[in-house]
């Protein structure tokens, strides 16, 4: 049996999904609030080992607080997140980027007065993983830019060093908010082969409202709509077809 | 020329063009240049790399010079000791005070270093008036014995001895600067702190490691200071004087290399010529303090190391970067 699934996969990598091996994330009860204002109700998700999960929804709708629930950036009022079987909840940010669970927020911010060379180097020397190679592989450009300053990096270029970065470390998890936000639509096409491409060796979770981008990324969709998770989408041509729009 | 000023040859033609002045400046003048640069250097450091301003600097300052002075007035005699002395109580103060005050940000971090020096002032003037006699200060002028190799007791020794102290100081900075993850994590801090934690760093310590080395500095200018001038009193916790190394630290350029020392020169220069000829000499040092900030917020050293960047940039720039095969 595992020898036929070796077989079928295109990449010749075993996806643990197909295998049914326990989820890496696991979401049970979250709930989270700004103050007095309650922004996540009762949120359960999973994340499957290489999968890639997408959670759609309006502005405003609690993608990003959850997203940053589950890296421990924000502490939730109630519930649990599992992360390879342990408890993140409590835990600071460094810890959890340690663990392997890497956070890239949406507002493309690398650090400007450090080059992409410098600013790769940090990832390396807190992961101790040197190898650059494989974010060369995925960004080619960056070996062209790498002692460029941050701070003359264009958007796409931005965000190619921030995913570089986090991929450093090998980790097994990558929550990404808004990757497309701002960035040409050949840039995201670019962006979409790059996403099949990590996915081979970490799971990928994208907050996002570019439709268009989730239904040529994500195997699975969890819609939101003000706080609450309304509808699973894992049916393929659901997803290609945008079918989740009518939850929103 | 950026290169070449933060190399480490850069770093001894500079101190060493400064100690060939002594034949056209006074060497008193150039001694508090260099005592007064090395106590900015900590200042600018946290200014400029992690974007923490400290209107509390003589507190730590302070902390060294007394250490020293004690050391010299009750127990021994021996300037080297002295100064390792205030040194390590330096040390110790900013460890423990350093791990309340980097939970601070911005204006409250300015602020409880300006309240700490208050403290401070007050502890020495007043508190432990008994050992420190307070304004009066202790007087060391005798207590110090001829040191080997360099006599510190003597204007000459100490005037190198200063000299080959900030160079060491540069050096280390340098490196922490230039070299080091830890100065690079530090702009990272002051760029943004969150997105450090997202790359698995503990900012905490970051910052509390370089709240320490910075004040540490200061106590080290302080020890010095008290050998230098053979005494030490309350008046050196001043808070009057807090805003001295923050406008050093800004005039130079905060988070440079030569911005300290730079700045300390003009700084005491005008001092020391100015209130010859007019009794209120901060007037000018304000003025050229705002002119200087209008003309670009990074102080001389740092406007001409953007320039030179600036320069660079443009250069590279210019040249073809993108291909089909780069890719995003």
New interface residues.
């Given amino acids: 049996m595992l020898l036929i699934l070796l077989v079928l996969d295109d990449m010749g990598k075993l996806r643990g999904m197909e295998m049914g091996m326990p989820n890496i994330v696991e979401v049970k009860n979250l709930n989270a609030a700004y103050g007095q204002s309650k922004v996540l109700f009762d949120i359960n998700l999973h994340i499957k080992p290489n999968e890639r999960v997408a959670i759609v929804g309006r502005n405003g709708a609690g993608k990003t607080t959850l997203q940053k629930c589950i890296?421990s950036?924000l502490h939730p009022t109630s519930g649990s997140v599992v992360y390879d079987g342990t408890e993140l909840v409590g835990k600071?940010?460094?810890e959890v980027?340690?663990m392997g669970l890497?956070?890239?927020?949406q507002d493309k911010?690398v650090?400007?007065?450090?080059t992409v060379r410098?600013n790769l180097?940090?990832?390396s020397?807190?992961?101790g993983d040197y190898e650059w190679d494989k974010v060369f592989e995925?960004?080619?450009?960056l070996k062209?830019?790498i002692?460029?300053?941050g701070a003359?990096l264009s958007g796409?270029?931005r965000?190619?060093l921030m995913i570089g970065?986090?991929i450093l470390?090998d980790p097994k998890v990558l929550l990404v908010d808004e990757p497309t936000e701002g960035l040409a639509p050949s840039?995201v096409d670019?962006?979409v082969t790059?996403f099949h491409e990590l996915s081979r060796d970490c799971a990928i979770m994208t907050v996002g409202q570019n439709l268009s981008f989730v239904s040529r990324v994500a195997e699975r969709v969890y819609a939101m709509k003000e706080g609450r998770l309304v509808a699973e989408i894992t049916d393929e041509v659901e997803i290609k077809n945008n079918s989740y729009c009518e939850y929103l | 020329m950026k290169r070449f000023l933060n190399s480490w040859t850069g770093i001894i033609i500079a101190f060493a063009l400064l100690y060939s002045l002594k034949g056209v400046l006074p060497a008193a003048f150039l001694t508090e240049v260099v005592i007064f640069s090395i106590y900015a250097m900590g200042c600018s450091f946290l200014i400029g790399r992690l974007g923490l301003t400290s209107f509390g600097q003589p507190a730590f300052l302070a902390f060294g010079a007394y250490g020293a002075g004690v050391y010299l007035y009750y127990f021994g005699h021996n300037s080297y000791v002295a100064i390792l002395v205030g040194v390590l109580v330096s040390l110790v103060i900013n460890m423990l005070v350093g791990l309340f005050m980097v939970r601070l940000n911005s204006s409250y971090f300015t602020l409880c270093n300006q309240a700490f020096c208050v403290v401070t002032f007050f502890l020495f003037q007043k508190a432990l008036v008994k050992w420190t006699f307070g304004d009066n200060g202790l007087l060391l002028i005798s207590r110090m014995d001829p040191t080997p190799f360099i006599d510190l007791t003597t204007t000459k020794g100490i005037y190198l001895f200063a000299f080959l102290v900030a160079i060491a100081v540069w050096f280390f900075y340098q490196y922490l600067m230039k070299k080091s993850?830890f100065g690079?994590?530090c702009?990272?801090v002051k760029?943004?702190e969150?997105?450090?934690?997202?790359?698995?760093?503990?900012?905490f310590n970051i910052k509390w490691f370089a709240f320490v080395i910075a004040n540490t500095t200061a106590g080290l200018a302080g020890a010095i200071y008290t050998i230098y001038f053979c005494m030490v009193n309350a008046n050196i916790a001043s808070v009057n004087t807090a805003s001295e190394a923050v406008a050093i630290s800004m005039l130079g350029g905060a988070g440079t290399l030569f911005g300290p020392l730079v700045g300390s020169f003009l700084f005491i220069g005008l001092k020391d010529i100015a209130s010859q000829f007019i009794s209120h000499w901060e007037v000018l040092v304000g003025l050229l303090l705002i002119i200087v900030m209008l003309a670009g917020e990074k102080g001389i050293v740092g406007s001409l190391e953007g320039y030179i960047e600036k320069l660079r940039?443009k250069r590279?720039?210019s040249k073809p970067?993108l291909?089909k095969?780069?890719?995003?």
Avoid: W
């Avoid at chain 1, 890497?102 to 927020?105: E, G, Q, T």
């Avoid at chain 2, 969150?194 to 900012?203: M, N, P, S």
């Avoid at chain 2, 095969?325 to 995003?328: F, K, N, S, T, V």
């Fill in positions: 890296a950036l600071q940010p460094y980027a340690r890497k956070y890239i927020d911010h650090f400007l007065d450090l410098e180097e940090l990832s020397y807190a992961t995925h960004f080619p450009k062209i830019l002692d460029r300053k003359y796409g270029e965000q190619m970065r986090a470390g840039i670019d962006l790059t | 993850v690079a994590t702009l990272c760029d943004n969150q997105k450090l934690r997202f790359l698995g760093y503990k900012t940039e590279s720039l970067a291909t095969e780069g890719g995003l």
